[in-house]
């Protein structure tokens, strides 16, 4: 069944629950400020629809670069920032959603937690159906099936029009290709010198596109990543902390144990002995 047989779904099944669990919880349009972060955790779906601009979404390992006419979704309960270009920052409009019917739809569109970004073309409309759900939730409690009728046009639209999300500059496709160096060899010790070598840029341009991209340095996210393994390693595994240092990229244990403090506030020996 496509997105438009699921009229005819809502319609037989709004007296029954069970059957279509749908809410939408707000909606919203902002132009974000340069280097604009937002991070958290939330118990429901929220997707963004980018109109103009650039930004980056981080999520579980990956650093996405998104752009103008891509839409990104965040899952209950799946950590994630996302931030604002330096030079272009991004224009979006957003919904909050859950329930169980909604976790169908999204299957229409493309969006799975292995691909949180899709293409979508015809932006004018989509903004104007969201507009128009700002304005209903605004002007009432009420007015549910209004708000769904909308919204069931959104998901219609992102269904016919869902593409892979692809890369639109160089300095996407430089950073893409920094991030997918420092995943793939984070636990051999490679420096920010190997990933610029990689990539084939200055170590200097190398910084600008992270810190432009992400906010952070090339030395920060490898850190970052070392890390935050090293964080799964010790809670989910029975390697000591010599081994888990060594898996991650540290030749020195005590480094190793010095920057993890750092990061999450103690030691990994106590990082490790809380999680038990």
């Known amino acids: 069944m496509n997105i438009s047989g699921c009229f005819s779904t809502v319609e037989d099944s709004l007296g029954t629950k069970n059957q279509f669990d749908m809410s939408l919880y707000y909606a919203g349009q902002s132009r974000c400020l340069p280097l604009h972060e937002n991070v958290g955790i939330r118990d429901h779906y929220l997707i963004h629809f980018v109109l103009d601009g650039e930004g980056v979404l981080h999520v579980g390992n990956e650093a996405v670069p998104i752009g103008k006419n891509q839409a990104f979704i965040i899952y209950p309960d799946e950590y994630a920032k996302y931030c604002a270009d ?141 890390l935050n393994r090293a964080a799964i390693m010790l809670t989910e595994s029975n390697l000591s902390i010599q081994e888990v240092a060594y898996s991650v990229g540290y030749s020195d244990p005590l480094l190793f144990s010095k920057s993890f403090k750092n990061a999450y506030g103690v030691c990994p020996r106590d990082f490790k002995n809380r999680a038990k």
């Not at 219609?156 to 430089?174: A, F």
């Not at 840029?201 to 600008?208: I, T």
């Open 86 to 226: 330096a030079d272009n920052p991004w224009e979006y409009c957003w919904l909050g959603l859950g329930g169980a019917y909604i976790s169908f739809l999204l299957d229409k569109t493309g969006f799975s937690k292995k691909n949180h970004v899709i293409q979508f073309e015809d932006s004018k409309k989509l903004e104007f159906l969201i507009n128009t759900i700002i304005l209903l939730n605004k002007a009432s409690d009420d007015l549910y099936f209004s708000k769904i009728s909308y919204l069931m046009q959104v998901f219609e639209l992102l269904e016919g029009n869902s593409k892979p999300q692809d890369s639109r500059s160089i300095k996407y496709v430089h950073f893409n290709n920094a991030v997918e160096f420092v995943q793939k060899n984070y636990s051999i010790q490679i420096s920010v010198n190997d990933i610029a070598k990689y990539v084939g840029v200055e170590r200097k341009y190398l910084s600008y596109i992270f810190k432009t991209m992400s906010n952070t340095s090339p030395k920060q996210y490898l850190t970052t990543t070392r």
